[in-house]
């Protein structure tokens, strides 16, 4: 075990899937001489020299649409997006293109490419840099999501990334690269589509995506002191989801708050409130609460751009209306 | 570069193939038997021919919705084609895919094309691998004249020259994007002066001569398979049909159409074969005789063959 940060775990991750696997490239802008705006790339390019650490144009649809391309001619791209609001201009080559070669042509094409990128509000980074996006990616048959809370879900969960043979969109929240913690030195994998329990509880569940979960948890810590027992739960992966785990939570502690940073409005949450209600209506003892974003742009100056960005008092209040305990304040 | 006859008869006999393929899927999208629309190749057939009998097995392609002549080119089995077309499971892609959608990757086809300017980053993907794994593969891109002003077609051709990938872009100039036409999208005469921009060779060709076509390709995908990067060239041409069947074509008159089936690609090389005295009329039915047995056969395997089970539509979205 080593301590490492978020970002260093994620750069372990693609250094040690490098040297295992000579097919796989990095491409995206910045990441090689200047290893990656938030330094997630940094000493690749000198490891991996410049064939497999590319330095690119500013040109988002030929970055992604080459990694689809190579990918369908035997690589394995791992690009960086830099900041997942660039999604507008190079779309159609993952949505339309990566996504669905599969299908479209009856299952023969084999698209293992990852594309990652920062997404996430609280640097006053403002509309255009500062977003969560996640349910865009859900919506697309072919793709899987992946978002990671935690140093040692961002390196396993990235090299299963890199070892799956489908594209996969892998988004790191900007606040959460500093976020340190214990992560094993060697190569390990996260299997896609496996939420985790990050605290056990019997009164309420909490289904949190990356930086709602630290928030989460700290709520979760601070309602143990007034008798409220919160189970948290990670899925770790979008899509595909975890519903299993999600389910079994709920059917023991009968209520579900989610807390996310997209907008509410047709955001993740919507698809696991829908898709509690269908299958685990008959458990639940009080509605289902979302705790996210109001449906705005995300706004610049601080004092909007708090109160854009779920916090820890929005929590408790759902938290305290689900369970109906007024003590909680 | 000269020509065996050989290789012309085969590249007259590719032409007729595709000309009479093309026609057969007039027929069977009249009788209701395709889904969907289809987009024709008639009138283009010079340029996936000329081209494509450049390329090896393993070389590259990326298509476009007006895909079946590059495909058929590129050496497609004509019954899984027509399979597809139908929507059957015996298909190409299973019946997933249709007229725009079908692949061949075993034969480096990456597929047709739905989305204009769709294919050029792909092209220039695959072309990058062929680089990195050290092989010496090429990869054609065809894109027409409306993807020509898509931002993608320039990010590619960017890309490819600053990574000096192996890939030629090839553009088919029909003239006409649905009903929109170059005079009014563009406002250079010739898409080959672009690229200048990339500081790439650039060439226009007789798009309806498969011969100039032929020449224009062998260059430019010796220059790409021998490391010196890619090209562009422009092939001006026509369609003959509409933009899709049905089409009215409202937007073009008879005068311009009839102009342009007087330079016939088919019938012209079939002229200069015959003045030539490469091919005889015996053997210009002979070859007909041949892709008519082979259509026939395509046609019969495509209406015989079941549609897929509802249950399949499940299937194939992810990779194990």
Same mark, same amino acid.
């Given at each position: 075990?080593?301590?490492?940060?978020?970002?260093?775990?994620?750069?372990?991750? !693609?250094?040690?899937?490098?040297?295992?696997?000579?097919?796989? #490239?990095?491409?995206?802008?910045?990441?090689?001489?200047?290893?990656?705006?938030?330094?997630?790339?940094?000493?690749?390019?000198?490891?991996?020299?410049?064939?497999?650490?590319?330095?690119?144009?500013?040109?988002?649809?030929?970055?992604?649409?080459?990694?689809?391309?190579?990918?369908?001619?035997?690589?394995?791209?791992?690009?960086?997006?830099?900041?997942?609001?660039?999604?507008?201009?190079?779309?159609?080559?993952?949505?339309?293109?990566?996504?669905?070669?599969? #299908?479209?042509?009856?299952?023969?094409?084999?698209?293992?490419?990852?594309?990652?990128?920062?997404?996430?509000?609280?640097?006053?980074?403002?509309?255009? !840099?500062?977003?969560?996006?996640?349910?865009?990616?859900?919506?697309?048959?072919?793709?899987?999501?992946?978002?990671?809370? &935690?140093? #040692?879900?961002?390196?396993?969960?990235?090299?299963?990334?890199?070892?799956?043979?489908?594209?996969?969109?892998?988004? =790191?929240?900007?606040?959460? #690269?500093?976020? =340190?913690?214990?992560?094993?030195?060697?190569?390990?994998?996260?299997?896609?589509?496996?939420?985790?329990?990050?605290?056990?509880?019997?009164?309420?569940?909490?289904?949190?995506?990356?930086?709602?979960?630290?928030?989460?948890?700290?709520?979760?810590?601070?309602?143990?002191?007034?008798?409220?027992?919160? =189970?948290?739960?990670?899925?770790? &992966?979008?899509?595909?989801?975890?519903?299993?785990?999600?389910?079994?939570?709920?059917?023991?502690?009968?209520?579900?708050?989610?807390?996310?940073?997209?907008?509410?409005?047709?955001?993740?949450?919507?698809?696991?409130?829908?898709?509690?209600?269908?299958?685990?209506?008959?458990?639940?003892?009080?509605?289902?609460?979302?705790?996210?974003?109001?449906?705005?742009?995300?706004?610049?100056?601080?004092?909007?751009?708090?109160?854009?960005?779920?916090? =820890?008092?929005?929590?408790?209040?759902?938290?305290?209306?689900? &369970?109906?305990?007024?003590?909680?304040? | 570069?000269?020509?065996?006859?050989?290789?012309?008869?085969?590249?007259?006999?590719?032409?007729?193939?595709?000309?009479?393929?093309?026609?057969?899927?007039?027929?069977?999208? $009249?009788?209701?038997?395709?889904?969907?629309?289809?987009?024709?190749?008639?009138?283009?057939?010079?340029?996936?021919?000329?081209?494509? $009998?450049?390329?090896?097995?393993?070389?590259?392609?990326?298509?476009?919705?007006?895909?079946?002549?590059?495909?058929?080119?590129?050496?497609?089995?004509?019954?899984?084609?027509?399979?597809?077309?139908?929507?059957?499971?015996?298909?190409?892609?299973?019946?997933?895919?249709?007229?725009?959608?079908?692949?061949?990757?075993?034969?480096?086809?990456?597929?047709?094309?739905?989305?204009?300017?769709?294919?050029?980053? @792909?092209?220039?993907?695959?072309?990058?691998?062929?680089?990195?794994?050290?092989?010496?593969?090429?990869?054609?891109?065809?894109?027409?004249?409306?993807? $020509?002003?898509?931002?993608?077609?320039?990010?590619?051709?960017?890309?490819?020259?600053? /990574?000096?990938?192996?890939?030629?872009?090839?553009?088919?100039?029909?003239?006409?994007?649905?009903?929109?036409?170059?005079?009014?999208?563009?406002?250079?005469?010739?898409?080959?002066?672009?690229? *200048?921009?990339?500081?790439?060779?650039?060439?226009?060709?007789?798009?309806?001569?498969?011969?100039?076509?032929?020449?224009?390709?062998?260059? *430019?995908?010796?220059?790409?398979? +021998?490391?010196?990067?890619?090209?562009?060239?422009?092939?001006?041409?026509?369609?003959?049909?509409?933009?899709?069947?049905?089409?009215?074509?409202?937007?073009?008159?008879?005068?311009? @159409?009839?102009? /342009?089936? *007087?330079?016939?690609?088919?019938?012209?090389? +079939?002229?200069?074969?015959?003045?030539?005295?490469? @091919?005889?009329?015996?053997?210009?039915?002979?070859?007909?005789?041949?892709?008519?047995?082979?259509?026939?056969?395509?046609?019969?395997?495509?209406? +015989?063959?079941?549609?897929?089970?509802?249950?399949?539509?499940?299937?194939?979205?992810?990779?194990?």
């Amino acid at each position: 075990m080593a301590n490492m940060s978020f970002a260093q775990a994620l750069n372990d991750a !693609h250094k040690l899937e490098m040297e295992r696997d000579p097919n796989i #490239y990095v491409a995206g802008e910045d990441v090689g001489v200047y290893g990656g705006i938030f330094g997630v790339t940094a000493g690749l390019l000198d490891q991996f020299t410049d064939k497999r650490v590319r330095d690119t144009p500013i040109t988002e649809s030929a970055i992604v649409g080459t990694a689809v391309g190579a990918a369908a001619a035997g690589l394995r791209p791992v690009i960086e997006l830099m900041f997942v609001d660039f999604i507008g201009v190079a779309f159609d080559q993952l949505y339309n293109q990566a996504a669905k070669m599969k #299908y479209m042509f009856g299952g023969k094409a084999k698209l293992p490419l990852v594309m990652r990128a920062c997404c996430g509000a609280g640097i006053g980074a403002a509309a255009q !840099h500062s977003q969560c996006l996640e349910a865009w990616f859900m919506h697309v048959p072919g793709l899987k999501v992946v978002m990671p809370s &935690t140093p #040692y879900d961002a390196k396993g969960l990235l090299i299963s990334s890199i070892r799956d043979d489908n594209p996969v969109v892998f988004l =790191e929240h900007k606040l959460l #690269y500093g976020m =340190e913690g214990e992560v094993p030195e060697e190569a390990y994998t996260i299997p896609l589509g496996q939420a985790d329990i990050k605290r056990e509880g019997q009164d309420v569940t909490v289904v949190a995506t990356a930086q709602m979960v630290n928030l989460s948890l700290s709520v979760a810590e601070k309602l143990s002191g007034d008798g409220i027992s919160a =189970e948290v739960v990670d899925p770790r &992966t979008l899509s595909p989801l975890d519903e299993e785990t999600i389910l079994e939570s709920v059917r023991k502690t009968h209520r579900l708050v989610i807390v996310h940073e997209e907008v509410k409005f047709a955001g993740s949450g919507a698809e696991i409130a829908a898709m509690v209600a269908e299958k685990a209506f008959d458990y639940l003892d009080a509605p289902i609460i979302r705790v996210a974003a109001p449906f705005t742009p995300v706004p610049f100056s601080p004092t909007l751009e708090a109160e854009f960005i779920p916090n =820890e008092d929005k929590i408790i209040q759902a938290v305290k209306t689900v &369970t109906g305990n007024p003590n909680v304040a | 570069m000269s020509l065996t006859n050989e290789q012309m008869i085969g590249m007259y006999a590719n032409m007729k193939k595709i000309r009479m393929f093309e026609e057969q899927v007039a027929e069977l999208f $009249a009788a209701g038997k395709i889904p969907g629309f289809v987009h024709l190749y008639v009138g283009e057939e010079a340029v996936a021919t000329g081209v494509c $009998a450049n390329l090896r097995e393993d070389d590259y392609i990326t298509s476009t919705h007006r895909g079946h002549g590059h495909l058929i080119s590129k050496g497609g089995d004509i019954k899984l084609m027509m399979a597809e077309l139908l929507g059957k499971k015996t298909g190409y892609c299973k019946g997933k895919g249709g007229s725009m959608h079908i692949a061949d990757l075993d034969l480096g086809i990456l597929g047709a094309n739905g989305i204009v300017g769709g294919g050029p980053p @792909l092209a220039s993907g695959a072309a990058l691998a062929s680089q990195y794994q050290g092989k010496d593969l090429v990869t054609v891109c065809f894109f027409g004249d409306g993807a $020509a002003n898509q931002g993608t077609t320039h990010e590619a051709m960017n890309l490819a020259t600053c /990574w000096k990938l192996p890939v030629v872009f090839v553009n088919e100039n029909n003239m006409y994007g649905i009903s929109s036409c170059t005079l009014n999208s563009m406002c250079v005469a010739d898409i080959a002066d672009r690229a *200048a921009a990339y500081d790439m060779p650039g060439v226009v060709v007789d798009g309806n001569d498969v011969v100039a076509v032929y020449e224009a390709a062998s260059e *430019a995908l010796r220059q790409a398979r +021998e490391g010196e990067g890619p090209s562009l060239i422009e092939c001006k041409t026509y369609r003959h049909k509409g933009h899709f069947e049905g089409d009215p074509c409202v937007y073009r008159n008879e005068e311009e @159409l009839q102009e /342009w089936k *007087a330079k016939d690609p088919v019938l012209r090389f +079939e002229k200069k074969l015959l003045d030539m005295q490469v @091919l005889a009329r015996e053997k210009i039915d002979e070859i007909k005789d041949s892709i008519e047995k082979d259509l026939a056969k395509a046609v019969s395997f495509a209406e +015989e063959s079941p549609f897929p089970d509802p249950s399949e539509i499940i299937e194939d979205v992810y990779t194990p």
